[in-house]
């Protein structure tokens, strides 16, 4: 599903994004904007937990500069769904694990929403 994942850019299904993205286990992808760059709040968390996934899939960027706030954190898991929050490179892995286990094991993608920073 997510080919790869390098500093600036990442590429699903074989096409490359060059801006924060929302990957969602429909294999869509959409913009990922936030109010603050660095900042992933319960605003920025919104839409993606109206899908009503399964888990979510937080990429805090190559660093991990980017930080989810208590508020986002408590917003996700208060509704029942399961929170993984790491630097890009290992949420990309992360997101990939999971949709492909949940296929071999239950014989559907689980739902799943990766939202990923892609720079710093």
């Known amino acids: ?9 990442i590429t699903v299904n074989g096409e490359t994004y060059d801006h924060d993205v929302e990957v969602f ?6 913009d990922w904007w936030r109010k603050e760059s660095h ?3 319960v605003e920025d968390v919104v839409e993606a937990v ?37 630097p890009t490179e290992q949420a990309v892995k992360t997101f990939n694990v ?6 071999e094991e239950e014989g559907r993608p689980e ?8 720079t710093c």
Do not use: Q
Request: zero cysteines.
């Open 1 to 9: 599903m997510i080919d790869e994942y390098h500093f600036g850019s």
């Open 25 to 30: 286990w429909t294999e869509e992808v959409s």
């Open 39 to 41: 900042i992933i709040d």
């Open 50 to 86: 109206e899908l009503k996934p399964e888990s979510i899939v937080i990429g805090t960027g190559a660093s991990g500069m980017a930080k989810v706030t208590e508020e986002a954190k408590k917003f996700i898991e208060g509704r029942g769904i399961k929170l993984f929050i790491d």
């Open 98 to 103: 999971r949709k492909e286990e949940s296929l």
């Open 111 to 118: 739902k799943v929403i990766g939202l990923f920073h892609l």
